[in-house]
């Protein structure tokens, strides 16, 4: 080989070196670029789904997330964590081993410190059943989501449970109650009804407060258990099976009951207050609206009880033509706010207030209190069925088991667990019940009672109810 042609072969070699050089680089380059694209991509697209300090720590490690696995209690676990009540918490740590004499003590004494608290007193009923055989069924609520709610759908469920033990049971056999939560939530909602439906021992569910939750469990008890839905006003029972029940009067005919009053009084002109996070307050104001202009009535403005600038007092006060104050609230408005609406539409002259009217909400002598004076001469529009009822917030019963007032969805849930109740002394089996009370709820007459409330200091509520008469469904008004 000469020289020259050692020259070329290592200008070919050099020049290799160099190409292979810049294509591995360029490799290199763009796999990183791809590979940091696309980690980008995946956090973004993580981020959307979490709060921003949780995207922040998803560039660190990945994000799991697993919903905890709901749970069916009969008492040897709290669901309802609001209370802290050392003597319940013993009590379920007893129930939980099966030494029913020591639930029966530690309960005893929780309810006697917590007298409010349902899930005590359903506790202690089981604990009082022990392992003796018993019907059934179990409340769905919505425990850690709203306490509250829960709390009042369970007093209903745990005063009917209370009255038929102490009778003796049903034909003999006690009742025993599993307490669920389904958290408001159509995911846990389904869980829990699979659980359930897959329970032989329970034979019928009273609750699932909200749409979702309702919607999502129908689904699961189809052709398998029967639910009663006693608090919830916005479901269309068409989207719904045969084995999901609602058990109230629905919100249009509030609303339109509310709506002929106020014609039948000469009262066209209508101010109207409601909710716009409730789904409940949100359909009541759609309905009234509708019935309101279909009488010939004016709605002279509205106001939304969840926005500040709709309650300062000019806008408040633009509104003191009206002739009527219509509210619609939510069970977790401060019925402060409605006082205050109701003291700057006070007539300063004579010191009169523009008449209330309202429905369930209202329904309860906890909130008329907060109305002050304006609750005299309220006007509610109330399902027949709340109004008439064992456990109406303005009977005795639930006051002296409770120590305090209740409200319409104690009442309902109340009714809901007697009607089931009734169905298991005919028929104490899942198809015999559904059979029996999806005839019952179907030919059940549907109505509202409008009533006029009465200051009475000297009763046992303070309050009388006046009941101006009955509208059915045909809106034929029967007045008294």
């Known amino acids: ?18 190409l292979l050089t810049f294509f591995l680089g360029v490799a290199w380059w763009g796999r990183g670029r791809f590979d940091n694209d696309s980690g980008s991509s995946s956090l973004s697209a993580q981020a959307e789904t979490l709060s921003p300090n949780d995207s922040t720590r998803a560039i660190v490690s990945p994000v799991t997330t697993s919903l905890p696995t709901p749970e069916i209690s009969w008492g040897d676990r709290i669901l309802v964590t609001t209370s802290t009540n050392r003597h319940k918490a013993a009590g379920v740590d007893a129930i939980a081993s099966r030494d029913y004499t020591a639930a029966v003590s530690a309960l005893e004494t929780a309810r006697s410190t917590e007298p409010a608290d349902p899930e005590t007193l359903i506790y202690l009923n089981n604990a009082r059943i022990g392992a003796a055989d018993a019907y059934a069924i179990a409340a769905a609520v919505p425990a850690e989501a709203s306490p509250a709610i829960a709390n009042s759908i369970l007093r209903g469920i745990a005063q009917a449970q209370t009255e038929i033990n102490q009778m003796g049971g049903i034909q003999g056999k006690p009742l ?42 129908a689904e699961i008890y189809n052709n398998q258990l029967l639910a009663l839905v006693p608090t919830n006003t916005t479901l269309n029972p068409a989207d719904l099976n045969e084995y999901a029940l609602p058990t109230l009067s629905s919100d249009p005919l509030v609303a339109g009951a509310i709506a002929f009053y106020l014609f039948e009084l000469g009262r066209a002109k209508a101010a109207l207050f409601y909710h716009s996070r409730s789904d409940h307050s949100r359909l009541l104001k759609s309905q009234f609206e509708t019935a309101l202009a279909a009488s010939g009535g004016t709605l002279m403005g509205q106001a939304n009880l969840v926005n ?13 033509t009206a002739e009527a104050l219509v509210i619609f609230p939510s069970s977790d408005v401060q019925i ?11 007539d300063q002259d004579d010191s009169t207030y523009t008449p209330v009217f309202g429905g369930y909400e209202l329904f309860s002598p906890a909130i008329l209190d907060q109305l002050g004076d304006a609750a005299d001469g309220t006007i509610l529009a109330i399902p027949n ?3 008439a009822s064992a456990a109406s917030p303005f009977s005795n019963s639930p006051q002296m088991l409770w120590g305090q ?11 809901a667990t007697q009607s ?3 169905g298991l002394r005919k028929a104490p089996t899942r198809d015999g019940l559904k059979q029996l009370l ?3 709820n179907s030919d059940m007459p549907r109505g509202v009672r409008l009533i006029k409330v009465e200051v009475q200091p000297g009763t046992e509520t303070r309050y009388e109810l006046v009941s101006l008469g009955f509208l059915a469904k045909e809106d034929i008004f029967v007045p008294e």
């Open 1 to 18: 080989m000469d020289q020259d042609d050692g020259f070329t072969l290592k200008a070919f070699l050099v020049a290799l070196g160099l």
């Open 438 to 440: 999806y005839t019952e």
């Open 420 to 422: 089931m109740i009734a």
């Open 176 to 217: 025993r109650i599993a307490i669920v939560d389904d958290q408001n939530s159509s995911v846990f909602a389904k869980e829990l009804a699979t659980k359930l439906v897959k329970t032989p021992e329970i034979l019928g569910v009273i609750g699932h407060n909200s749409t979702p939750a309702a919607a999502a469990a």
């Open 405 to 415: 007032p209740v409200d319409w969805r104690t009442t309902s849930s109340y009714n």
């Open 385 to 387: 069925e709340i109004y």
């Open 336 to 346: 402060t706010t409605l006082k205050q609406i109701v003291d700057i539409t006070q």
């Open 308 to 320: 500040p600038d709709d309650l300062l007092a000019p806008n408040i006060a633009k509104l003191k």
